[in-house]
Structure formats: structure tokens, C-alpha cells
């Protein structure tokens, strides 16, 4: 990795800049990259995929780890010959023309792998919905978020921030926020701060009809969250609903934990 360009160079040889139609905020100091995969790793050789390279900051320093392969998946295809340039011919780096709401990452990889991503900010709320779901689940993920996204991700109940997406990944996966990037850090800067969460997925998580169920359980009940659960569960079965779970009917979405909610979806019929 030493001998080759800085990546702003790499991007001016190319003549590339951002666009903001797919997203792009560039990561180009490889200090924040490599601290990045530090906290990602270690990967012991498993493969890592990565989403949205770009100039391809965080794909030197996962090149530089101890990851066994990398695949990574770009939507912008203006980027791939400078990332064809980061191949050493070692069968390491993959690289995948793609979006990657739609590709099927069990066709990438083999065995567990972990996903490492500084996210294109329009989509990465669904992609997160999308690997905590399934089919297809990481060993580990470790994603760049806007600030506000991440601290919705790992709320405890009472937070603000507590809603659905803590539920659903808290229920899937331990979730840690695990480093703050202020928007100056990227090029070009967005209006946000970003931060990176760390969730790795969990031994007892609950199973994909399970899943489902609960989020049917958080829509309703966070779609209306000011409201009683008794009657903003309503249509899933209101105050029964909640005493077959052992939940006080009279209590709001935002006070109930993830095993209460777990309780709640359990009893859903
Ligand atoms: N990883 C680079 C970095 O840190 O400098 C770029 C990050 S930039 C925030 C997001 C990247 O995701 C861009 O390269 C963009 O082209 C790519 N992208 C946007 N939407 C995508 C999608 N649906 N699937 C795959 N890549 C996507």
C-alpha cells in the first residue's frame, strides 16, 4: 500500500469528484481509515465486505489487516478502475459493480464475514434493516452512520433517540457507538456529524418470524408512541395483547425494553 498514490491524487488522476446523488462524503486521511478497521477487527482471515469504496480510503487499511478477502460492492462505477489499481494480484480484492441494497451477499463470500462500511448516508438505515433481517447475516458490522442514526441505533429505553431501529438491532445484535467523526473529517463535508457503530450479532437472537413480528409490534407501537399501548396496540390486540405479555397496558413504547417487546411479539397471534 506504501507505493501507491495519496487519494486525493488517486482521485485527481482520475478526474473524480463526489456526487451527491450516491451519497458521497470521502474518508481520505488513512489515520481515521485504519482506526476504523482497528475497531472492526481483528478478522482472523475471514472475509470482509465492503460497501460503498469510493476512492477507496477504508479498503487500504482492510487490505493492510488481516482480513482474508475483501470484496467490496460500489454502486458508482466511475470508481472502479481506481480501485482496480489497489489489487496486488493476490486474489485478495474483489470487487462487485453493484448497489447494494439488492446484492445477495451469501454469493460473495463464503463462510462469515464481516461487513465494514462508511455508509452512503440515503441508504444506510435500509441496509442496516437489510443485514439485520436476513437471509444473510454478518460475524460482525461496522458501520459509519450520520450521528443521529447511530445514536438511534444503540438508545436504552427512556432516550430520545429509543425507537424501532434500537429494538430491531439491539434484539439481533450487541451494539456499541464506538467512535465520533465531526463532519469535517470528510470531503466534502456533510451537514452532519457522523459516528460508527460496532454491532456484532447475538447467540439467542430471535428467529426471522420472530423478527418479523416485532416489527410489527415496534411500527405500531412507535407510530403512535405518546399513545397508551393498550391503544396503540390496538389492532395487534391491544390491552390483551400487553397482559398476555406481562406489560402494563398503560404504559408507552418508549419505556418498554427489548425483552418486553420480545414478550410482545411472542404473543402476538
Ligand atoms: N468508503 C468511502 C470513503 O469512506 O471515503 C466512500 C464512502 S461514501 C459515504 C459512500 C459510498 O457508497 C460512495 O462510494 C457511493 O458511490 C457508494 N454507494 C452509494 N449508494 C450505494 C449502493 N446502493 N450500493 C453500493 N454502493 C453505494
Given at each position: 500500500m506504501t507505493d501507491l498514490p495519496s487519494l486525493r491524487e488517486s482521485l485527481d488522476a482520475h478526474g473524480l469528484s463526489a456526487k451527491k446523488s450516491f451519497g458521497q462524503h470521502f474518508l481520505l486521511d488513512l489515520n481515521v481509515t485504519r482506526k476504523i478497521v482497528r475497531l472492526a477487527g481483528p478478522f482472523d482471515g475471514r472475509s470482509v465486505i465492503e460497501v460503498g469504496p469510493?476512492?477507496?480510503?477504508?479498503?487500504?487499511?482492510?487490505?493492510?489487516?488481516?482480513?482474508?478477502?475483501?470484496?467490496?460492492?460500489?454502486?458508482?462505477?466511475?470508481?472502479?478502475?481506481?480501485?482496480?489499481?489497489?489489487?496486488?494480484?493476490?486474489?485478495?480484492?474483489?470487487?462487485?459493480?453493484?448497489?447494494?441494497?439488492?446484492?445477495?451477499?451469501?454469493?460473495?463470500?463464503?463462510?462469515?464475514?464481516?461487513?465494514v462500511s462508511n455508509l452512503p448516508y440515503n441508504v444506510g438505515t435500509a441496509l442496516l434493516i437489510k443485514w439485520l433481517t436476513g437471509p444473510w447475516l454478518p460475524y460482525a458490522l461496522t458501520l459509519m452512520f450520520q450521528k443521529e442514526v447511530a445514536e438511534r441505533i444503540v438508545a436504552a429505553p427512556g432516550d430520545d433517540a429509543y425507537g424501532r431501529l434500537a429494538v430491531i438491532a439491539q434484539a439481533v445484535c450487541e451494539a456499541r457507538l464506538v467512535m465520533h467523526l465531526p463532519a469535517a473529517a470528510f470531503t466534502p463535508p456533510p451537514k452532519v456529524a457522523s459516528a460508527v457503530v460496532h454491532l456484532v450479532p447475538r447467540a439467542d437472537r430471535p428467529d426471522r418470524e420472530t423478527l418479523k413480528r416485532l416489527e410489527r409490534v415496534t411500527a405500531a407501537a412507535f407510530g403512535q408512541r405518546r399513545k397508551m399501548l393498550r391503544s396503540s396496540l390496538k389492532t395487534l390486540g391491544g390491552a390483551a395483547l400487553c397482559e398476555a405479555a406481562g406489560i402494563e397496558p398503560d404504559a408507552r413504547a418508549e419505556v418498554i425494553d427489548g425483552a418486553g417487546f420480545l414478550r410482545l411479539a411472542a404473543a402476538l397471534t
Open positions: 469510493g476512492p477507496g480510503g477504508l479498503t487500504r487499511a482492510l487490505l493492510e489487516s488481516d482480513a482474508g478477502r475483501v470484496v467490496l460492492v460500489e454502486k458508482d462505477p466511475r470508481f472502479l478502475p481506481l480501485l482496480a489499481e489497489l489489487d496486488d494480484g493476490s486474489g485478495r480484492l474483489e470487487i462487485v459493480e453493484g448497489d447494494a441494497l439488492k446484492v445477495r451477499e451469501a454469493e460473495l463470500v463464503e463462510g462469515p464475514a464481516h461487513l
